[in-house]
C-alpha cells in the first residue's frame, strides 16, 4: 500500500466528486467542479481530454475470480477485459482502487489468477476486501496479499494528488439480522486519521459494501455506516465509493457524493426488482454492457470529482 | 477423522457427516430434515424438530453462503449444492443466520 503522494496539497476551494457515467467497465474519476452528472456514454477521446488535466484513478470491483455459473461461465475472461480496457487507455491513470470481491471463493488459485491479470495494467492498486474474500478456512489469503501495512482488518489511508483516500473494511462480523459493519475499533481509527486535516483537504471514502444504505431488504448498506459519514460531514469534498451491488447506483448529499460500480463478473438486479440479489442471467450480447470499471478526475481548482463509468462493451 | 482447526467454535463438516451417518441405528430416518437455501432465504425458516434429529441445509444459489449459530455450529462456506449437517443433541431455540448475508436468518426449535 504505498502512499502516492503527489504533494501540494494547497486545496483551498470546495472540492467535490463529478459523476459522468458512461455505460460497464471500471468508473473513471475526475476531480473537476460542479454537481456530480452523468454523460452517459462517452467515447475515449473525452475520456482521454477528462484525463489530460489532474489527476485521474480508477475503480474496479467485484470480479469474482473463480465464478463460474451461468451469469457468467468465466469471470476470470471478463476481468482480463477489463484490463485490457484500462491498458488501452490513452492517458495513464495513476492507480486503481479495487473495491474487493476479488475472488468468489477465496481460494488460493483465484487469488493468484485475479493478481496475474490486474498486475498486467501496470498499476498500483488499493484493495479493500469483499465478504467473498475472507471465506478460507484461516482467513489468510486476502492478508498475505494485501494487508501489508493496513491497520485492524486491513484499513488503511494514503495520500495522492491532494486528496486523501481511506480504504474501510465493512465486511467482517456482521451481526444476524444486521448490514455490513465498521466497528468501533475501525471508527476510533477513522476519527483519529482525520483528525488535523484541512477541511478542504477532499476525502474518498472507499470499501466493498454501500456505506449509504441502498436496499436493508438486501443486506445493501452498513449498519453504522452513518458514523464513518458523520465524522467526514465537515469536509468539503467526501466521495464514497463502494462495489458489492454490482451495477451503479449514485447519490448526491450536500457535500457527499456517494457512487458504487459495475463489477467486472456478473451483474445483479435493481434492489426489490427480482427475488434475491443473486447473480443475474441476461442475454449473452447484454452481459458486457452491465460490466465495466469507473475512472475517476481529480483536478486542482476544480470542485469535483469527475467519474466516467465504462462498460466492457457499449 | 479431521481435526478440528477451525477459528471459531464449530462442529466440522467431516463430525457431522459421520453423526448422520450413524444416526440411523439408534433414530428413524424420517426424523432428519432437510432445510434449503433458494434465492437468499432458509425454507423453512422456522422448524421444530426432536432431539436427536440431524438438519441438512443444502445450497442451491448460485452465491455461496453460510449456517452459523452463534457458540453453536458453524458451517464451511457452502458454495453451489453444498451440504452441512447438525445433529441436535439438546433441547432449546437456536437462532442461526449467514455469515456473508447476515439478513438471512433463521430458527431451530429442539424439544
Ligand atoms: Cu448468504
Redesign the pocket.
Known sequence: MSGHDHGDDGVSRRKVLECMTWAGTGVLWTITGGVPRSLGIIDSAQAATAAASGMTFLQISDSHVGFDKPANPNALGTLEEAINKITAMPAKPSFMIHTGDITHLSKAAEFDNADRIISQSKLDVHYVPGEHDFLDEEVKFYRERYGRGTKGQGWYSFDAGGVHFIGLVNVIDLKAGGLGNLGAEQLAWLEDDLRGKSKSTPIVLFAHIPLWTVYPEWGWGTEDGARALEQVKGFGSVTVLNGHIHQVMQKVEGNVTFHTARSTAFPQPAPGAAPSPGPMKVEDAKLRAMLGVASINFKQNEQRLAIIDTPLQG | MKTLNRRDFGVDFGLALAAAVLLPVTTARADDIEVH?DN?VFQPAELKIKVGTTVTWTNR?D????VVSAGKFRSKTLDTDDKFSFTFTNAGDYKYF????PQ?TGMIKVE
Open positions: 437455501i437468499f444459489d452465491i455461496p453462503h453460510t449467514c455469515s456473508l448475508h438471512m
